[in-house]
């Protein structure tokens, strides 16, 4: 999940690298782009997303505070967000999988117990 997002938003951006340590605005506005996906999407912790980019929670979280006034101020990162968003499926499809990965859980739970209880 995690390079495939990388891959996703460095197609989408032209960033190199999206992991490099630069401060140059297009990495660092990549990056962004990178933590609200997995933010916002997969739902994973700012310590989860800081440990992943090699960075704290509170760099994640200064990161994401700006991002809305970004998006609505800035036409190219609205594009390159925009062009990743439809690159993922605006998360519909992590939606159906999530949702497809329950049932089959839920079928194997329910397998389980009655083969523990011998029905």
Same mark, same amino acid.
């Given at each position: 999940?995690?390079?495939? *997002?990388?891959? $996703? ?16 605005? %297009?990495? $660092? ?11 916002? $999407?997969?739902?994973? +912790? ?10 704290? &929670?509170?760099? $994640?979280? &200064? +990161? ?8 609505? &101020?800035?036409? *190219?990162? !609205? =594009? ?12 519909? +499809? ?5 949702? &497809? %990965?329950? !049932? !089959?859980? !839920? ?9 523990? =209880?011998?029905?």
């Amino acid at each position: 999940m995690f390079k495939n *997002i990388c891959a $996703v938003v460095e197609n989408a951006t032209g960033v190199d690298d999206v992991m490099s340590k630069t401060r140059r605005r %297009e990495v $660092v506005d990549a990056r962004r782009i990178s933590f609200r996906i997995l933010r916002n $999407v997969y739902g994973l +912790s700012f310590q989860r997303i800081g440990d992943l980019f090699d960075k704290n &929670h509170a760099s $994640v979280l &200064h +990161s994401l505070r700006d991002f809305d006034f970004i998006l609505n &101020h800035d036409d *190219i990162f !609205q =594009n390159n967000y925009n062009k990743c968003m439809s690159a993922l499926g605006d998360g519909e +499809s992590r939606k159906a999988q999530i949702i &497809h %990965e329950m !049932q !089959q859980l !839920q079928e194997e739970f329910l397998t389980l117990t009655y083969n523990e =209880n011998g029905i």
